[in-house]
């Protein structure tokens, strides 16, 4: 009997759980778009991810649609307006040869998109001393000296969903042009796109990061704003006001922010 009883437990517990998987399924796999109802959507297209067809609307962005889709974001989305870089997405579309790169956040669905997102682009991250370092082209050789191997395929370019003259820094990073190096990777979001199609494997991102530090310390003219700030802190312009703000009480504090200078959206 006893043992009857245990076995008839384990089943329902079973069940209990075999129940919570299924609506931990159906969970994750809800659509977080939300406020809209299908019935008012009048333009649809399919989308394949990671192989898998999908009905979607055809306003989203790769990211929306992929939420739309049920897939919940765990890596590859940050700060979903184009600055962060998380979001790299490659993609073909059907009947074209072409492998395609994109910003998720960025980027409108087209139908017969065959997308997957890549969260991260393997490259060892180097450490250097800026302080210790040459304001030469040697540096760059010095920490990627794959560099060297660049053929001027331009791939790196066309894979920057930002843009940039990628192959251009590169070659500037080679005759120790700074100045060029910082100017052509400023709005680099480091998405590492470039990296992954390079065939002479070279990890353009983190080149143009030495390229700027090292600009930005020995290269760049000190801007006479910021001497003049520097001064000013030095001098203790400040002190007095840092002092209230420092004294004064939250609610207080919360009303000085929401009533300063802003944009207007
Ligand atoms: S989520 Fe930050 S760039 Fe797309």
């Not at 009048?42 to 790769?62: D, E, N, Q, R, S």
């Not at 100045?179 to 979001?189: L, P, R, T």
């Not at 002190?239 to 504090?253: C, F």
């Amino acid at each position: 009997m006893k043992t009857k009883k245990k076995s008839v437990k384990t089943k329902k517990s079973m069940k209990t759980e075999k129940k919570s998987i299924m609506a931990r399924i159906a969970e994750s796999t809800k659509s977080v778009t939300t406020g809209v109802e299908e019935k008012d959507i009048k333009h649809w297209l399919t989308i394949y991810i990671m192989g898998k067809a999908y009905k979607v609307p055809a306003v989203l962005t790769i990211m929306q649609a992929m939420e739309y889709a049920g897939y919940k974001f765990l890596r590859s989305c940050g700060c979903r307006a184009g600055f962060c870089g998380a979001c790299s997405t490659v993609y073909r579309k059907k009947g074209e040869y072409r492998l395609q790169t994109a910003m998720a956040c960025q980027t409108r669905v087209e139908d017969g998109m065959y997308l997957v997102q890549i969260p991260f682009a393997p490259a060892e991250k180097v450490t250097y001393d800026i302080d210790k370092e040459d304001y030469s082209a040697s540096v760059f050789l010095k920490y990627y000296p794959e560099i060297a191997r660049c053929v001027s395929c331009n791939t790196c370019t066309k894979a920057c969903p930002q843009d940039l003259e990628v192959m251009d820094y590169v070659q500037a990073s080679l005759k120790g042009d700074f100045s060029s190096v910082a100017e052509d990777s400023f709005d680099c979001i480091q998405c590492g796109l470039c990296a992954i199609r390079c065939p002479a494997e070279i990890v353009h991102y983190n080149l143009a990061q030495l390229g700027r530090r090292m600009y930005g310390k020995y290269g760049m003219p000190e801007p006479e704003h910021l001497k003049k700030r520097l001064g000013e802190i030095k001098s203790a312009k400040f002190e007095k006001e840092l002092r209230k703000l420092v004294n004064t009480r939250r609610k207080e504090l919360e009303k000085i922010y929401t009533g300063r200078d802003m944009e207007k959206e």
